[in-house]
């Protein structure tokens, strides 16, 4: 941008939001600033011409250059002057309409190559003070080998570990994470772990979608954030802090299940369960304790395709009680979206693995895009799952369709090479999210449990962050709809479908 511009920019207070996607644009973003500082657009009206902009050059593989002159010639009133509010509109209608043959282009990965892959080793561990010092005994952990006395050995023992896998990380030691700089990049942050103590609860009821059916299942939070990084990931809309938080006091945690009723207990929330599990022994530890007590259900949530905790535990009836779960995407999906995550063919391998170890094995196809051949692309995917896991052994498969927040639909669009799922046309949801409309949502969960329902009549199926009229109207066009939910949880008894 030449000093002029900036000027023009500094004069007009543009936002950080939109001095960030502004900036987002490259060497075009002198034009682009132009552009919208002499049509006068409002500050707000700033910051959604970009996000629109960028979707519509990405969906339509335009450069931003092209777009401009097309907007030049579109973007006027009834007297045929150029002006703010026709701009904007123009934008606004642009990105509304649903794209001639879809945006199947789309499904290329941006630089023709796969984006799977290991994920970088960390560059920086941050240790809060007083971690390390904290004296707090630690009851008696009889299933862990080298069981520590205090949080604070526990803390030191982590540490360790974590050193060890990523020796050339330089560690430091702060007072608070408040004096740790944020990267602006979300993806760069990734590469600082942060030990910290949690302080407060692990466990805590999946907030669901306020006015959805709910699933009964419970969070454990363990680790915050993850070292993978999918494109359209939610966490970025939520997190704000300067790496991911591995919480040094975890072994607290095992106090808190005790008391645990016939729940679903999970930690691939706010992380995948298994991405850290060389640096930190978290989903080993907590399987080894879910399978001693014999209940409740842990399930090991992952897109990894690391399978040693099933390999070392794998004896005994009571491995019913951990449940090996993964999300899975249509390859040429995943190749494009899914950054640093095992391919779905090594994660069908690993769950076939798993499956004849005598484990149970949750399928999640979540979150689901819709963009031509969709369905084609899933029913294949489901037919490989199915081959690749018994029906006897599937103990759950969970679906649901892509939903986004503003926050993160921006990431989505501004993060290198962009997301597919910018192409998406949603509307706003009955919970203010993003959402593809109501029946095309019923239509494509419809197609999806009935292939599911031919091949496996008992498997519990059920719908994440949903409301009741979906859920209903999908029961009724499906023969054996969602059965089997009442053995997943008590929390399942308010589906009556
Ligand atoms: S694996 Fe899950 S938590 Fe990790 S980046 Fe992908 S979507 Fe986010």
């Known amino acids: 941008m030449t000093t002029s511009t900036f000027r023009l920019i500094e004069r007009r207070t543009l936002s950080p939001t939109a001095q960030r996607r502004l900036r987002a644009f490259g060497e075009q973003s002198e034009a682009v600033a132009e552009l919208f500082l002499s049509r006068r657009v409002t500050s707000m009206g700033v910051q959604e011409g970009l996000l629109l902009l960028r979707e519509i050059c990405l969906r339509e593989q335009i450069s931003t250059v092209d777009m401009l002159d097309r907007i030049e010639r579109h973007a006027v009133d009834h007297s045929g002057a150029v002006c703010a509010a026709g701009f904007l509109r123009w934008l606004r209608d642009r990105r509304a309409t649903q794209l001639e043959g879809g945006a199947a282009h789309l499904l290329s990965p941006p630089d023709g190559t796969d984006v799977h892959g290991p994920a970088p080793g960390f560059e920086r561990v941050v240790v809060e003070a007083g971690v390390l010092g904290d004296q707090t005994p630690l009851g008696r952990l009889p299933w862990l080998s080298e069981a520590p006395r205090t949080i604070g050995e526990a803390a030191l023992q982590l540490l360790l570990r974590v050193c060890g896998c990523h020796p050339a990380a330089q560690v430091q030691v702060v007072p608070s994470f408040d004096s740790v700089a944020r990267s602006a990049d979300f993806a760069q942050g990734k590469r600082t772990l942060l030990l910290a103590p949690r302080g407060r609860r692990f466990l805590r009821a999946c907030p669901c979608a306020p006015t959805a059916i709910g699933c009964g299942y419970q969070n454990l939070d363990l680790i915050q954030n993850c070292p993978m990084d999918c494109s359209y990931c939610f966490l970025p809309g939520y997190l704000n802090q300067p790496g991911i938080v591995v919480y040094s006091d975890w072994l607290r ?15 691939g929330e706010l992380s995948d369960s298994l991405a850290l599990e060389r640096e930190t022994g978290f989903a080993h530890a907590l399987a080894a304790w879910f399978i001693r007590r014999g209940g409740p259900t842990l399930e090991l949530k992952t897109k990894t395709a690391d399978v040693s905790v099933f390999r070392d535990l794998a004896t005994g009836s009571e491995i019913e009680h951990v449940v090996a779960g993964w999300t899975i995407t249509p390859a040429r999906l995943g190749r494009r979206e899914e950054r640093l995550t095992a391919s779905v063919q090594d994660r069908l391998e690993a769950a076939a693995e798993v499956a004849g170890l005598g484990y149970r094995v949750a399928l999640h196809l979540d979150p689901m895009t819709l963009y031509p051949g969709w369905l084609g692309d899933h029913l294949e995917l489901l037919d490989q799952a199915l081959s690749a896991v018994p029906t006897d052994r599937l ?8 939903r986004v927040n503003e926050r993160v639909r921006e990431r989505m669009a501004f993060r290198a090479g ?29 197609e999806i449990l009935e292939h599911i329902r031919r091949r496996a009549q008992e498997v519990p199926v059920y719908l994440c962050m949903e409301e009741s009229s979906v859920w209903r109207e999908v029961s ?4 054996g709809g969602f059965v089997g939910l009442d053995r997943l949880s008590k929390g399942r008894s308010q589906w009556r479908g």
Do not use: C, H
């Open 253 to 267: 945690v095992f106090a808190e299940l005790e008391s645990l009723g016939n729940v679903r207990v999970g930690t």
């Open 418 to 446: 962009g997301s597919l799922t910018v192409a998406s046309n949603f509307e706003r949801g009955f919970d203010g999210k993003l959402r593809y409309p109501v029946q095309q949502r019923v239509a494509a969960y419809t």
């Open 395 to 402: 103990a759950w498969i969970s679906l649901g369709l892509m």
């Open 476 to 479: 009724s066009r499906v023969t």
